[in-house]
């Protein structure tokens, strides 16, 4: 008995790697995202000002667009990963463990499916925009640039969806996303509870 809990205590190389690179992503991923959506208000309310006062500032709705779609294709993976994303609480929690974990593991599927195609698709896109060469109207750098962002976003989806297959598979409790905290318990941010 003893034995069960030391080992269970000690977690293995892959599990301590997986927290390791978790929490890098995780701090890469939160990083991004508070630095867009502040530079995004700072962005606005400057050139609200200026346009106010002065003019507008030129490359405002350029900039816009890339801290928008840095922000959404971020947040896909930091969602998927923490169980942030749309899905039925209420119907899952209601299910027996067992067909939960089987409901959980075939949405994770389709799902990973999903962001898979969407991956390959805004990369085919992204290497069409790449040939065309269009450069932006204010800030004059190539278009391609701002679409970057995407295929990469998907494809972290895609792979967090995979991480969650390969967690109920492994575990015996079902589980939502491999960073599961349930929908009632208080997120840490910074050391504080929110």
């Known amino acids: 008995?003893?034995?069960?809990?030391?080992?269970?205590a000690k977690p293995g190389v892959l599990r301590r790697f997986n927290r390791a690179v978790g929490k890098v992503v995780n701090?890469?991923?939160?990083?991004?995202?508070?630095?867009?959506?502040?530079?995004?208000?700072?962005?606005?309310?400057?050139?609200?000002?200026a346009r106010t006062f002065f003019q507008s500032i030129y490359f405002a709705e350029e900039v816009?667009?890339?801290?928008?779609?840095?922000?959404?294709?971020?947040?896909?993976?930091?969602?998927?990963?923490?169980?942030?994303?749309?899905r039925m609480g209420a119907f899952l929690d209601s299910m027996p463990p067992?067909?939960?974990?089987?409901?959980?593991?075939?949405?994770?599927l389709v799902s990973a499916v999903v962001m898979a195609i969407m991956a390959w698709a805004?990369?085919?896109?992204?290497?069409?925009?790449?040939?065309k060469g269009h450069m932006t109207p204010a800030l004059q750098v190539p278009s391609w640039?701002?679409?970057?962002?995407?295929?990469?976003?998907?494809g972290l989806a895609?792979?967090?969806?995979i991480r969650t297959?390969?967690?109920?598979?492994?575990?015996?409790?079902?589980?939502?996303?491999?960073?599961?905290?349930?929908?009632y318990e208080d997120e840490e941010i910074g050391g504080a509870q929110i």
Request: one cysteine or more; glycine letters at 4%; aromatic letters at 12%.
């Open 122 to 131: 805004s990369w085919e896109y992204l290497i069409n925009a790449m040939s």
């Open 158 to 161: 895609c792979i967090q969806y």
């Open 98 to 108: 067992k067909m939960e974990k089987t409901f959980i593991i075939i949405i994770s």
């Open 145 to 154: 640039t701002f679409y970057v962002i995407i295929p990469i976003g998907f």
């Open 64 to 86: 816009s667009k890339f801290l928008v779609m840095l922000m959404t294709f971020t947040g896909v993976s930091y969602g998927v990963r923490k169980a942030r994303h749309i």
């Open 27 to 49: 701090a890469v991923e939160v990083s991004i995202l508070v630095f867009c959506v502040a530079s995004l208000g700072i962005l606005l309310i400057v050139n609200v000002l």
């Open 1 to 8: 008995m003893k034995k069960d809990t030391e080992n269970s």
């Open 165 to 183: 297959i390969l967690k109920n598979f492994i575990e015996k409790d079902p589980w939502q996303s491999p960073d599961q905290q349930s929908e």
